[in-house]
């Protein structure tokens, strides 16, 4: 009796294990997750179109703003002196213009009565032509002259949080150089990392719990968008823009991971910050 009890003690630990096994192995197979993700968003490179010293800077670091919200000033007074001679220079071929009118004008008259030859009237219209194109020219450089007066003021261009601003009034900055880094705050998502053996298993518009790391009973959901196609190789033709995922050990060959883009479509527990470490688990549709 106690032979045969041991035998059914043992037989349905075992069976246990086995249905334990089997209950993780489909879990694992049909709901994937990972510890290994992290926070993304896109990042807006600030920088000037035209080059001069800064005379106003009214952010500060880590700073929200808005769109339309100033960033940062140029000193003007250059630019404003190009606008200046611009208008100038297009006040004088607006007159010149109506100069090669009325000669036009002249001419026309004393060519319909025979008094001047065609050439003559010919060469009227000719300046007339002419001096109408240097008004639209002097027209395209007041407005160039105008536009980079009014790149001296950079403005926000998303809602956004600003981040390691080390800028003060007084730097001389260059066009095109990227002064500051703008965090785009609508949009924020993702970077979920799965093995390449669970990919099959990851649909897009499946549903996701992501947990923060220090949060882990205050979930949040998100909509799997895409999945990764090429990752970074060590030993094989690969650009710098594909993302770059590291094996953690060394001497065992392991699945490689690809990138999941996940979606947040729930309230994060708390604010979202770009590399933040993110556990994910795929709950299907």
Do not use: C
Request: proline share 5%; hydrophobic share 45%; net charge positive.
């Amino acid at each position: 009796m106690k032979s045969g009890y041991k035998y059914a003690i043992t037989l349905s630990v075992v069976l246990l294990a086995l249905v334990g096994a089997f209950l993780l192995y489909e879990r694992y197979s049909l709901h994937p997750w990972t510890r290994d993700g992290q926070v993304r968003a896109n990042i807006v490179g600030i920088a000037p179109r035209i080059a001069g010293p800064i005379i106003e800077i009214p952010i500060k670091d880590n700073q929200p703003v808005k769109k339309g919200d100033l960033l940062f000033a140029i000193d003007p007074a250059t630019f404003q002196a190009a606008a200046d001679v611009a208008a100038a220079k297009l006040q004088q071929a607006q007159a010149n213009a109506l100069q090669a009118q009325q000669s036009l004008d002249r001419q026309s008259e004393l060519y319909k009565t025979n008094v001047v030859g065609q050439q003559e009237y010919q060469n009227a219209q000719d300046q007339f032509y002419s001096a109408n194109a240097n008004v639209a020219a002097a027209k395209a450089q007041l407005a160039n002259a105008q536009l980079n007066l009014n790149y001296t003021r950079v403005y926000a261009p998303v809602d956004g949080y600003l981040t390691n601003v080390n800028t003060s009034p007084g730097t001389y900055v260059n066009a095109g150089e990227q002064l500051l880094a703008l965090v785009d705050a609508s949009s924020f998502w993702i970077a979920a990392y799965f093995k390449e053996t669970q990919i099959s298993q990851i649909q897009p518009g499946a549903k996701a719990r992501i947990t923060l790391m220090g949060h882990a009973g205050r979930s949040f959901q998100g909509i799997v968008e895409s999945t990764g196609w090429a990752i970074f190789l060590q030993d094989g033709a690969s650009v710098e823009l594909i993302p770059q995922v590291a094996q953690t050990i060394d001497w065992v060959r392991l699945p490689q991971r690809f990138p999941v883009r996940i979606q947040v479509t729930g309230k994060p527990p708390v604010p979202l910050r770009i590399g933040q470490t993110v556990s994910v688990s795929i709950e299907g549709r």
